[in-house]
């Protein structure tokens, strides 16, 4: 069986940071967010700035060397919609078909459209992903191509705008099904210009974050940084619906696989001889993990975010799945928070998961991270079957740890990749491990702060500085495997 080892980048996160400010993108809905005076202000952001970042945008070469002599043989990256389309695509017309629930059903789109839009596109930017993607085939990477990392057109999603008044907003981002119509334009595109050059298409990652963190926890600094329900709810909708409709726009001019990248969570009750905790649990699992994956693997579709499924054919589009895997959640029972989300009958338990203290232990003694992520490899063995019950092409295509003094690093990859060893010994076939990430990045809200690079880099000189024990550790597990 062939088995990718590899590395993960996102654009926003690792692209800027020339010296001499040649290559921004301040296009995206994240660069207005990180900049905004009030989000400064309030801390909700940490006032870094990506443009200060780690260059990636130039010095690809020398990373994808780093990644080659780790022994890797795979190399996921993102390809930025707002830097091949800068300006709106609203005015190139296609077609559309809807169900009988009002569903987005067909975006019609031909190659005329495809020359309409190659009008609109930045030829410097394409070239420039042309060239990426050439070098990473040169050096015999399989290559993983995602499409939707979390960012966002400003021209689709004014987070800014959005926060103040989403009614009058004309940028909804995923609120809006426009949205949908037009990724399904842009994947058409890219598919069209870079398919020679691409192994895997991912849709999303982690679609369902744009959802929890923008409309429902208004406090961590994710735009639009509003509480909402309703726009919550739609724009889980509006993403599945977005993915299938990518799904068919790139196979139009592609028959590569085309998936989508989860954070599927395991979620553990604090009490799990309380019903009501287990109930939580459960509930968590529903809205968090399964909505996506029943959707888009099985055509259910959780309307009401209740837990019932209609059956909605047109969305059963998919060919893999990603799990990206960092940590659990441990919950315990509330009562319903959301009319319009029945299923929040939960709230994550302070110390474990995702809600631990940095550098410290859980209240279960796992060490917790630089962002105060508990480590539990137990959780990535757990959320890959539940992966696995929906497709038998599953990657783990992030996992890795906040970790600036590489103390906890080398012992997090060993023991996680032994869960993937223990995974493909029950029979559960995992065809690959991507860590996140090779170099230190740009992470969102906290900015340069938190330090998750197999190489550090220092923000003066872009210079790559190995952490050592966590590079020889990886290296060693490729070679080598795991006893």
């Given at each position: 069986?062939?088995?990718?080892?590899?590395?993960?980048?996102?654009?926003?996160q690792?692209?800027?940071?020339?010296?001499?400010?040649?290559?921004?993108?301040?296009?995206?809905?994240?660069?207005?967010?990180?900049r905004d005076?009030?989000?400064v202000?309030?801390?909700?952001?940490?006032?870094?700035?990506?443009?200060?970042?780690?260059?990636n945008?130039?010095?690809?070469?020398?990373d994808?060397?780093l990644?080659k002599?780790?022994?890797?043989?795979?190399?996921?990256?993102?390809i930025?919609?707002?830097?091949?389309?800068?300006?709106?695509?609203?005015?190139?017309?296609?077609?559309?078909e809807?169900?009988g629930?009002?569903?987005?059903?067909?975006?019609?789109?031909k190659?005329?459209?495809?020359q309409?839009?190659?009008?609109?596109?930045?030829?410097?930017?394409?070239?420039?992903y042309?060239d990426v993607?050439?070098?990473?085939?040169?050096l015999?990477?399989?290559?993983?191509?995602?499409?939707n990392?979390?960012?966002?057109?400003?021209?689709?999603h004014?987070?800014?705008?959005?926060?103040?008044?989403?009614?009058?907003?004309?940028?909804?981002?995923w609120?809006?099904?426009?949205?949908?119509i037009?990724f399904?334009k842009f994947?058409a595109?890219i598919?069209?210009?870079?398919?020679?050059?691409?192994?895997?298409?991912?849709?999303f990652d982690?679609?369902?974050?744009?959802?929890?963190?923008g409309?429902?926890?208004p406090?961590?600094g994710?735009?639009?940084?509003?509480?909402?329900p309703t726009?919550?709810?739609?724009?889980?909708?509006?993403?599945?619906?977005a993915?299938?409709?990518?799904y068919?726009?790139?196979?139009?001019?592609?028959?590569?696989p085309?998936?989508?990248i989860l954070?599927?969570?395991?979620?553990?009750?604090?009490?799990?001889?309380?019903?009501?905790?287990?109930?939580?649990?459960?509930?968590?699992?529903?809205f968090?993990?399964?909505?996506?994956l029943?959707?888009?693997?099985r055509?259910?579709l959780?309307i009401?975010?209740?837990?019932e499924?209609?059956?909605?054919?047109?969305?059963r589009?998919?060919?893999?799945?990603g799990?990206n895997?960092?940590?659990?959640?441990?919950?315990?029972?509330?009562?319903?928070?959301?009319?319009e989300?029945?299923?929040?009958t939960?709230v994550?338990?302070e110390?474990?998961?995702?809600?631990g203290?940095?550098?410290s232990?859980?209240?279960?003694?796992n060490?917790t991270?630089?962002?105060?992520?508990?480590?539990f490899?137990?959780?990535l063995?757990d959320s890959?079957?539940?992966?696995?019950?929906y497709?038998?092409n599953?990657?783990?295509t992030?996992?890795?740890?906040?970790?600036?003094?590489?103390?906890?690093?080398?012992?997090?990859?060993?023991?996680?990749i032994?869960?993937?060893?223990?995974?493909?010994?029950?029979?559960?076939?995992?065809?690959?491990?991507?860590?996140?990430?090779l170099t230190?990045?740009?992470?969102?809200?906290?900015?340069?702060?938190?330090?998750?690079?197999?190489?550090?880099?220092?923000?003066?000189t872009?210079?790559?500085?190995?952490r050592?024990?966590?590079?020889?550790t990886?290296?060693?597990?490729?070679e080598?495997?795991?006893e």
């Amino acid at each position: 069986m062939d088995f990718y080892w590899g590395v993960v980048q996102s654009a926003f996160q690792f692209e800027m940071g020339d010296p001499y400010r040649r290559n921004i993108d301040s296009r995206s809905d994240w660069w207005a967010w990180v900049r905004d005076p009030y989000n400064v202000k309030n801390e909700l952001v940490s006032g870094d700035l990506p443009e200060e970042g780690i260059n990636n945008y130039d010095l690809y070469e020398i990373d994808h060397r780093l990644a080659k002599d780790l022994g890797l043989n795979a190399y996921q990256l993102t390809i930025e919609w707002s830097r091949i389309f800068p300006c709106p695509t609203f005015n190139v017309d296609v077609s559309v078909e809807q169900d009988g629930y009002g569903f987005i059903k067909k975006v019609k789109i031909k190659r005329e459209h495809l020359q309409q839009l190659d009008e609109l596109a930045n030829k410097r930017e394409v070239r420039h992903y042309l060239d990426v993607l050439k070098n990473l085939k040169k050096l015999g990477f399989t290559t993983f191509v995602t499409l939707n990392h979390q960012t966002n057109p400003i021209w689709l999603h004014d987070p800014i705008e959005v926060r103040m008044n989403i009614e009058k907003a004309k940028a909804k981002g995923w609120v809006d099904e426009r949205a949908i119509i037009e990724f399904a334009k842009f994947v058409a595109y890219i598919a069209w210009k870079f398919d020679e050059y691409v192994d895997y298409w991912a849709t999303f990652d982690e679609p369902m974050v744009t959802a929890e963190l923008g409309y429902l926890a208004p406090y961590v600094g994710w735009p639009p940084g509003i509480l909402n329900p309703t726009a919550a709810k739609k724009v889980i909708l509006n993403q599945i619906i977005a993915h299938a409709r990518a799904y068919d726009s790139i196979k139009k001019f592609s028959n590569k696989p085309v998936g989508i990248i989860l954070n599927i969570i395991p979620a553990y009750p604090l009490d799990p001889n309380n019903p009501k905790d287990q109930k939580a649990a459960e509930n968590y699992d529903l809205f968090h993990n399964r909505i996506f994956l029943e959707a888009v693997n099985r055509g259910k579709l959780d309307i009401e975010i209740s837990g019932e499924y209609v059956k909605v054919t047109h969305l059963r589009r998919n060919d893999w799945i990603g799990n990206n895997y960092y940590t659990r959640e441990v919950v315990r029972y509330v009562e319903p928070k959301y009319e319009e989300l029945p299923l929040i009958t939960f709230v994550g338990v302070e110390g474990y998961g995702y809600s631990g203290n940095p550098n410290s232990l859980s209240p279960d003694n796992n060490p917790t991270s630089d962002f105060g992520w508990e480590v539990f490899p137990k959780g990535l063995y757990d959320s890959t079957v539940e992966a696995y019950e929906y497709s038998k092409n599953v990657f783990i295509t992030e996992n890795g740890i906040a970790d600036s003094k590489d103390i906890l690093r080398p012992r997090y990859i060993v023991d996680h990749i032994r869960e993937v060893k223990n995974l493909i010994e029950n029979g559960i076939r995992v065809g690959g491990y991507f860590h996140w990430a090779l170099t230190d990045n740009y992470e969102w809200a906290m900015g340069f702060k938190i330090r998750f690079g197999l190489y550090e880099v220092d923000l003066i000189t872009k210079e790559r500085i190995p952490r050592r024990k966590s590079v020889e550790t990886y290296r060693k597990v490729v070679e080598e495997g795991i006893e």
